[in-house]
């Protein structure tokens, strides 16, 4: 088994999740609840060795580099962000429903990066072989894990808010996830933590373009869309 084999698990890992999550809000259940939370945190142990399986491989090819150099395995660290972030909140406040939004982001994030990019390990170019490549992926995607928690907790509170505006009926799915307060502290400490960690992905950016390249910004898109996303 490779690691290839472990991201395929991990990925019907956080599907099941899903499917069980969406099942506690339908029949509220507590042992269906479990389950879904069982399914996600073997999600992320199984994600986790993986990645790790695949810098093991990296090193075996001769090539020994963190799987987060391209496309799949930055997408792939993505989701795993996502997932324990989610797991995070879902311990904090002790609520799974939360469970039915976050759950399929992580999914889908797997499912397409299995779909749209090549899983083959590839040896670095000479701008990539820095520390700084390990600093910089790791506090913007950890960050972007964080704020995919508070987009799903945000839609939520949005239509919580307006469905209570309309006359939230008793017993309804939307009264089954937290009080619009609650949702908007898990908001809140999400940005928190997102926020500064953005900031030093962007800051650990900038120094690695001028290790690289000679210049600390080139107004990239990437470059571009991350302090957009910071001012706001």
């Not at 093991?56 to 792939?76: D, K, T």
């Not at 894990?145 to 239509?159: E, I, N, Q, W």
Request: proline share 3%.
């Amino acid at each position: 088994m490779d690691s290839t084999d472990l991201h395929n698990i991990a990925t019907f890992a956080y599907l099941f999740a899903t499917f069980f999550y969406v099942a506690y809000l339908a029949f509220r259940t507590r042992a269906v609840g479990n389950i879904a939370t069982g399914l996600a945190a073997l999600g992320v142990v199984v994600h986790t060795v993986g990645k790790g399986l695949r810098w093991v491989e990296s090193y075996r090819m001769g090539i020994g580099h963190a799987p987060l150099s391209n496309m799949y395995e930055s997408m792939s660290f993505f989701a795993l962000c996502v997932m324990a972030a989610y797991l995070v909140v879902e311990w904090r406040f002790k609520t799974k429903a939360l469970g039915a939004v976050v759950a399929p982001i992580a999914f889908i994030i797997l499912a397409s990066n299995a779909l749209f990019f090549p899983d083959d390990i590839r040896p670095l170019v000479p701008a990539l072989q820095s520390d700084w490549l390990l600093y910089h992926v790791i506090t913007s995607f950890v960050s972007y894990g964080a704020f995919a928690v508070s987009f799903g907790v945000s839609v939520l509170y949005l239509v919580k808010m307006r469905a209570e505006k309309g006359g939230l009926k008793e017993g309804s799915l939307l009264g089954m996830f937290p009080d619009l307060k609650i949702l908007d502290e898990v908001n809140y400490k999400a940005i928190a933590v997102g926020f500064p960690l953005l900031s030093l992905g962007i800051i650990t950016g900038a120094a690695w373009a001028n290790y690289a390249w000679g210049t600390y910004w080139s107004w990239d898109p990437k470059e571009t869309w991350s302090l957009i996303t910071w001012f706001i």
